[in-house]
């Protein structure tokens, strides 16, 4: 692991590390920051001492204070989406669960100020879910070019919809129906999961089960995202584990909700690297069963790799462009059986031939 | 100490290309500071042109932005050749024809600078300063505030910018974004002919916005990069054909709004830049300006900030 990498580690391990830092440290660190998205975050931790902020050289506090101003910008936004989704928009009878940072913002979590939302997330049980779309696209949301293959793909395959959107709103909603793709080998438990959901006091809204976010946000982590720049769902399940878990029953409350989600081993992995990167406390009581030797040996190769922000000025070397390459498999192994995933590759295979399609096309 | 760096125009273009292949050209806009690299042959030459008032920096500790022009990939470094310019490794936009690698680049840090410094209200506006007080000229593209902010510089003003009017909310006081004026089509030929000293560098024909040529900063205005100035007198500038001169006084609502209008980021700032633009709105007197002669607006604007009394004057460097 580089210099600046690990400085950027030790300020979100501990802010006070940022007194350390010289100017010239700084400069990859913010860039690393930036490219993590992490920079409105880690603003608003350095920020919220005043001694240690008033510390940091004036670049550097310029850098963050502009984070901050775009982080609040973003989060009024989904303020405004969600005062938009408030009955009778959604029918009042749908549960409607706010998932990752829509929920830490309506919940008012610290650790998630700063934090720059790009969508909002939302959960409906799967039979609310016609009713709930429905209602969206009547009060003009809509899906933007989505073909056919695709949208039977979000559908059939994808735990969510097609993202929507409102002409003149800021934000894409993504109206989801559980937490992990239906085709994947980790299947969440929704009778669990909604028998969990807490609903959010002065508004419409519900939120998951702390236990629950943590495993959803392990679950984001390996299977739901882009497969670079990933260190905030770190960051995020950093802060869901100390901001909701004190003690021994509610590691063993996690254990077990992550196992009735057939979650236990994303969980292990996304402890593994809290704990190694972010310094989360992990009690002894809290790991669940270990993944295999092999595995965790693989996974150690790929995941740093692939996971952390790194500086544009060097092609990334082949080892980097290995582990992307191994991580994109195993990302799709993960999501669908061997069969399914041959096709749904077969077809983007296809649909990236562009010249031969469009051709076809003129001729008919 | 080291002895500080000379002037980009008194180093050898090979320094330069060096420093531009290897670790890279620092240029302080006073800001932002931008961490320039390129492997384009010949981009050396534009910039000594336009930079040449410029501290010649080829190493710093930090750097705000980091970015690259680069030669076009494959076939295109041979074909029709172009120019792509890159930020953190991202491309935020097509590329450009190899001759206009310079309005590229220039275009490209106004962008990120308007992008990533929303610690500042970023008005969209010329700004020069007299003795440290300073005049703000906003305007919608097109009215000629480029113009007579280059203008301005030629007669003596500190150009802080031709197109930043970077106000720091926590001080109220204006910052230099000094980058060359750029200039498009007959205000080129008007500037060249309005004074001597006029260092223009190469006309780009035919780039987006039409014909582009940079007025290089002066001396004067790069040796104070780093001196923020006091917001004194806000101008609406508009320039007419034939027109008279004309001043008309604006009431502070009025300027209120005609300077959140004219901002990149006001929206996104929201209640910071609602503060920040009412105390400069009921700080300065606002007028707008009507005229069709360089010299003629420069003598208004003069005798505005003489009429003044001199307040706080001076920020200084803090």
Request: glycine share 6%.
């Amino acid at each position: 692991m580089n210099a600046a990498l690990d400085r950027l580690l030790r300020v979100l391990r501990d802010r006070a590390a940022a007194r350390a830092l010289s100017l010239a440290d700084w400069d990859p660190v913010l860039r690393l920051g930036r490219q993590a998205r992490l920079l409105g975050l880690l603003g608003h931790r350095l920020a919220s001492d005043e001694a240690l902020w008033s510390a940091l050289p004036p670049e550097v506090r310029g850098h963050f204070r502009s984070a901050i101003n775009y982080s609040a910008f973003r989060s009024q936004a989904v303020r405004m989406e969600l005062r938009a989704l408030d009955p009778p928009v959604l029918p009042a009878e749908a549960r409607v669960v706010l998932l990752k940072g829509a929920a830490y913002l309506a919940q008012g979590l610290e650790f998630a100020r700063g934090r720059m939302p790009n969508d909002v997330d939302l959960l409906v049980a799967r039979a609310d879910l016609d009713a709930a779309e429905a209602a969206l696209r009547a009060a003009g949301w809509g899906a933007e070019d989505v073909d056919a293959y695709d949208e039977r793909y979000y559908r059939e395959w994808s735990h969510e919809l097609p993202p929507m959107r409102k002409p003149g709103h800021a934000l894409e909603l993504d109206l989801h129906h559980t937490i992990a793709p239906v085709t994947s080998r980790t299947r969440a438990d929704d009778a669990l999961l909604f028998a969990g959901i807490a609903p959010l006091a002065g508004t419409r809204f519900w939120v998951l089960h702390p236990c629950d976010q943590i495993v959803h946000a392990a679950i984001h982590l390996f299977q739901d995202t882009e497969l670079d720049g990933r260190l905030r769902d770190l960051v995020d399940i950093d802060g869901l584990i100390r901001h909701h878990l004190r003690g021994e029953a509610d590691w063993g409350e996690l254990r077990e909700r992550a196992r009735r989600h057939r979650a236990s081993r994303m969980l292990w992995y996304a402890l593994h690297y809290c704990a190694s990167w972010l310094g989360t406390p992990v009690p002894a009581a809290g790991w669940p069963e270990a993944p295999p030797e092999p595995a965790r040996r693989a996974m150690d190769w790929i995941f740093p790799r692939t996971c952390l922000p790194r500086l544009p000025d060097a092609a990334p070397g082949l080892g980097h462009r290995l582990a992307g390459q191994v991580a994109q498999l195993r990302y799709h192994r993960l999501r669908m059986p061997a069969g399914l995933l041959m096709r749904h590759l077969a077809h983007k295979a296809w649909a990236a031939v562009p010249t031969r399609r469009s051709s076809a096309g003129v001729d008919a | 100490m080291t002895p500080a760096p000379g002037p980009i125009r008194q180093t050898s273009h090979s320094e330069l290309e060096q420093a531009l292949a290897e670790e890279g050209l620092f240029v302080d806009y006073g800001a932002c500071v931008v961490r320039l690299r390129s492997r384009l042959k010949g981009f050396a030459r534009s910039l000594r042109e336009v930079y040449g008032a410029f501290p010649f920096r080829p190493a710093a500790p930090f750097a705000d932005l980091h970015v690259r022009v680069d030669p076009g990939r494959g076939v295109r470094r041979w074909l029709r050749p172009n120019a792509r310019f890159s930020i953190d490794g991202v491309e935020p936009f097509d590329p450009f024809p190899l001759a206009s690698a310079l309005p590229l680049y220039e275009w490209g840090v106004n962008w990120c600078f308007a992008q990533r410094f929303n610690q500042h209200v970023l008005l969209h506006a010329g700004a020069l300063a007299c003795a440290d007080r300073a005049v703000i000229m906003a305007a919608t593209p097109g009215s000629g505030k480029s113009t007579l902010s280059a203008a301005m510089m030629l007669r003596g003003f500190r150009l802080l910018s031709d197109e930043f009017g970077v106000l720091c909310t926590e001080r109220g006081a204006l910052l230099p974004m000094l980058k060359p004026v750029a200039l498009k089509n007959q205000s080129i030929e008007l500037i060249r002919a309005f004074s001597g000293e006029a260092v223009l560098g190469p006309v780009h024909a035919a780039t987006r916005k039409g014909d582009v040529a940079h007025l290089a900063p002066d001396g004067a205005s790069v040796a104070a990069v780093r001196r923020p100035a006091r917001p004194a007198l806000v101008i609406f500038p508009r320039w007419r054909e034939g027109a008279a001169l004309a001043l008309e006084p604006q009431a502070q609502e009025q300027a209120f709004a005609r300077l959140a209008f004219n901002s990149f980021n006001y929206r996104l700032l929201g209640p910071v830049a609602f503060d920040a633009v009412a105390d400069l709105a009921a700080a300065c007197p606002a007028y707008q300006l009507t005229y069709s002669r360089l010299d003629e607006a420069i003598d208004a604007i003069q005798r505005l900030l003489d009429e003044q009394p001199a307040l706080a004057g001076a920020e200084g460097r803090t």
